[in-house]
């Protein structure tokens, strides 16, 4: 229910803004990384440290990214997704890239290095539209980590931000990433949870634990 009233508040919010000035900037002549009629409004990032039959321990994001469009037009946005670099963490693996089928907006990963991912997402005209990214990587210490500041580069707080991370109980936490949140317990895992609104981060996400 939280979550539901959460996401139902953005976009209200969303297409407010759109009703009091549906087309604030002209298009830019040729659309791309600085398209200022896209928007970074929220994001939903659930994380699990787990550790798998064959011993290794593994850091995996199924996240939800709400991108923006405020103009009358399609308009593109070039995206950079940067990574943490360490000795401490594997190769990341991409397992999903997409938005809705139905949300009319589209993406296309164009570069793939070791720790910057780079791709263009089109957005349908005044439209809300949320982009799934899901991505895994072996961890080789006792450190797991997430490149939050980022979000800073579009110049505004984000609307909101919830970050969940399930911890298998064959691993302890011992070092949370935010303080505070809440907890909960299953058969199988420790699930931490964050939220914020007018959310502008000033250091990344990190988090260490040790085994047993």
């Known amino acids: 229910m939280k979550h539901r009233l959460i996401l139902l508040s953005l976009i209200l919010l969303f297409f407010i803004g ?3 000035n549906p087309r604030s900037v002209e298009p830019p002549e040729h659309p791309g990384a600085e ?3 896209v928007s970074f409004e929220g994001e939903e990032l659930r994380f699990f440290l787990e ?3 064959d011993g290794r321990v593994w850091w995996k994001l199924e996240g939800k990214y709400y991108f923006s469009n405020s103009s009358g037009e399609f308009q593109q946005r070039h995206i950079a997704y940067p990574f943490p670099e360490g000795d401490d963490l594997g190769p990341v693996q991409l397992l999903s890239l997409s938005f809705e089928v139905d949300s009319g907006a589209t993406v296309r990963l164009d570069s ?3 720790h910057l991912w780079g791709f263009w997402m089109e957005l349908p005209p005044q439209s809300l539209s949320p982009l799934t990214i899901s991505y895994e990587q072996p961890v080789f210490g006792n ?3 997430y490149i939050i500041t980022s979000a800073r580069s579009w110049g505004r707080p984000l609307a909101f931000a919830r970050f969940t991370i399930v911890v298998d109980k064959s691993l302890r936490l011992v070092e949370a990433p935010f303080p505070g949140g809440s907890s909960e317990e299953t058969d199988s895992a420790i699930i931490h949870s964050w939220d914020f609104f007018d959310f502008q981060p000033d250091k ?3 988090l260490r634990f040790l085994e047993g």
């Open 18 to 20: 759109l009703q009091a």
């Open 204 to 206: 990344d996400l990190e």
């Open 112 to 114: 793939e290095a070791e």
């Open 51 to 53: 550790k798998r039959a």
């Open 143 to 145: 450190r797991a980590a």
């Open 35 to 37: 398209n200022t009629l």
